[in-house]
């Protein structure tokens, strides 16, 4: 009823790596009743770093079969069984992906070791297979290869099983019919307290560090979706034996959530953050005169040496902000940057350019609208503006005041307080971290506030 597995690949993530060797125990609940071992011809050179670690060379494999040829017989080892491997997403996710590749659609129950390890033996240092098998004086032969790996975790579900007198197993087969599966490391109590709130949660690792922070409208909705199968990001193994802990604070609305997830990714540099490429990424709208002598507008990555007259987090909130003044300022849609391509505005049909794409303007009276627009931009950034919406209770608001546009200031108040004086409002918010991605998410925030209220400008 149980099969033991244990794989070797060509490096650790599902999406880009294959599987080089694969061993399957059948166990039956008291003991291992069969077993079954084959390399695999991954079709690829395995990097010397994996050899190094596995024993594996790409000569080895070389006659063995693709895995499209073992498919059959593996998926007959594993049907109608519950899947169980030390770190089971590891296996599992890797063997999903070469059935779904060989054009077969498996799936099954599995049980992680590493989990139950941790509910049945507590208190170890180290739930590493090496360490749990030498905790309990399994000896491992071939540690590593997939042969001796399997064989060790199915002694060890063995011992497992004998220890479960509560019937724990039992229990988690029936639980995780659902499709969230916990990192191994993670304490199902920090999931199950996690509130249906707005707000930011950062991942730990084992000594506390900060791995990621996130935001989210819901937070235990969202954590949730980060450990669901379907994730590709979040179902690589690394990160997901890397969270030990999850932390979170409520914000009550979104923007709060922006501005304290921009700060904790700025406090703490979090590693997955970083790994994260868009999150660097800045987008501005810049101006420069044409050889024709227009102002031109261009939305474009923020980069150290630029200077943008504003800044968004992504390039569809920097388009929806120039759309609004281009037909406002009766822009022309190309010389505006909205419009790429040799056509002018009256061949597009657009209703406000007044010609200047097609030279029916001169450049003296068109780039005095551009001016006048950005003009407006530097009045706007001179106000005050402060925003108010839900607070963590309901006894309470959550208030951001812009400052001048150069000070940003967050907190909650009673839902009693008075939002129109400035000075005393400075006083009893907190003042946000002066960095481009707070700003930004300002900027963005702003362009469509969703659940705050503009309550002074
Ligand atoms: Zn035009």
């Known amino acids: 009823m149980f099969a033991v597995v244990d794989i070797e690949t060509t490096g650790g993530y599902a999406a880009y790596h294959r599987i080089t060797e694969i061993a399957i125990y059948h166990h039956d609940g008291k003991q291992i009743t069969d077993f079954f071992y084959t390399l695999v011809n991954p079709g690829r050179k395995i990097p010397s770093f994996i050899t190094g670690l596995t024993g594996i060379t790409t000569s080895m494999v070389e006659d063995a079969p693709a895995f499209e040829e073992v498919a059959e017989d593996i998926l007959r080892l594993l049907e109608g069984r519950i899947f169980v491997a030390h770190n089971a997403h590891f296996d599992y996710s890797f063997l ?23 509910r049945l033996v507590p208190g170890l240092r180290s739930y590493s297979l090496g360490s749990l098998a030498e905790a309990l004086g399994i000896p ?15 002694h060890i579900f063995t011992r497992l099983l004998q220890r479960d007198k509560e019937g724990y197993i039992q229990q988690l087969l029936k639980r995780n019919s659902g499709e969230t599966i916990l990192p191994p490391n993670l304490p199902r109590w920090e999931f199950d307290r996690l509130p249906a709130a707005p707000g930011i949660y950062f991942f730990h690792d084992s000594r506390n560090r900060i791995i990621y922070v996130g935001k989210a409208h819901h937070i235990k909705k969202r954590v949730a979706g980060h450990f ?25 609305c979104e923007l709060v959530a922006l501005i304290r997830e921009a700060e904790e990714i700025r406090k703490n540099w979090p590693k997955y953050n970083r790994a994260q490429k868009y999150r660097v990424e800045e987008w501005g709208i810049f101006v420069y005169e044409d050889r024709n002598g227009y102002l031109r507008l261009v939305i474009g990555m923020v980069g150290r040496h630029t200077s ?14 120039l759309w609004q003044k281009v037909q406002q300022y009766e822009l022309c849609m190309r010389l505006g940057g909205l419009q790429e391509g040799v056509h002018t505005c009256s061949e597009a049909e657009t209703g406000f350019c007044r010609g200047a794409c ?24 001179r106000h005050t503006i402060i925003l108010a919406g839900k607070g963590r209770t309901s006894a309470e608001q959550a208030v951001v005041m812009i400052e001048n546009g150069r000070q940003v200031y967050y907190g909650f108040l009673s839902c009693r307080a008075k939002l129109n004086q400035p000075g005393r409002l400075r006083k009893k918010l907190t003042a946000a971290m002066d960095i481009p991605a707070v700003w930004q998410a300002v900027n963005s925030y702003l362009l469509n506030p969703r659940d705050m209220q503009i309550k002074a400008l």
Not at 308 to 321: S, Y
Not at 359 to 381: F, H, I, W
């Open 140 to 154: 491992v032969h071939n540690r590593h290869r997939a042969g001796g790996d399997a064989e060790a975790t199915a």
């Open 228 to 252: 669901t199968g379907v994730s590709r990001q979040w179902s690589q193994s690394r990160i997901r034996n890397e969270i030990h802990h999850i932390t979170f604070e409520t914000t009550g």
């Open 308 to 321: 943008p007259v504003m800044c968004f987090a992504t390039r569809g909130d920097a388009w929806n902000f």
């Open 96 to 118: 999903k992906k070469e059935f779904e590749a060989a054009g077969i659609s498996w799936q099954s129950k599995k049980l992680c070791t590493v989990r139950l390890s941790r």
């Open 358 to 381: 097609a030279g029916r303007e001169t450049p003296r009276a068109y780039n005095k609208r551009v001016q006048n627009m950005l003009k407006s931009l530097d009045e706007a950034a």
